[in-house]
């Protein structure tokens, strides 16, 4: 089992509220914020509140809490600007380690959407 905080992990420090953020939504397990450089008209990302450092780290007993994720994601993603699928949609993306693009080692997930071209992505 991993730590439930690292207090030197900024991800940690944003759900506690020691660091400020424009939060999208917050429950018992899972806390959304917009991204501070976002790539996309939306773009915000979805952490687990407990401290698992990225996907390479998941076990059996993360599986209701990443299906929670993806679940939720859509909801969000609509309440946040997205158009309806299938003219709109949305993008989720989960970077892992450093070949996959990972740099802050908090497991989170970019939801990202709007009107193509992005700037990125």
């Known amino acids: 089992m991993h730590e439930q905080h690292d207090p030197n992990c900024i991800f940690c420090k944003i759900i506690a ?47 209701v809490l990443m299906g929670r994720i993806m679940v939720l994601a859509p909801r969000l993603a609509m309440e946040q600007g997205c158009r309806p699928y299938p003219e709109g949609g949305f993008r989720v993306v989960c970077n892992t380690g450093q070949d996959g693009g990972q740099e802050v080692h908090h497991l989170h997930v970019h939801v990202f959407g709007g009107p193509r071209p992005w700037a990125r992505g």
Request: without cysteine.
């Open 17 to 63: 509220g020691q660091i400020p953020s424009k939060k999208v939504y917050e429950d018992e397990r899972i806390f959304a914020f917009h991204d501070i450089n976002p790539w996309a008209p939306v773009h915000f990302l979805m952490v687990p509140k407990v401290h698992v450092p990225s996907m390479a780290q998941l076990a059996p007993e993360h599986e």
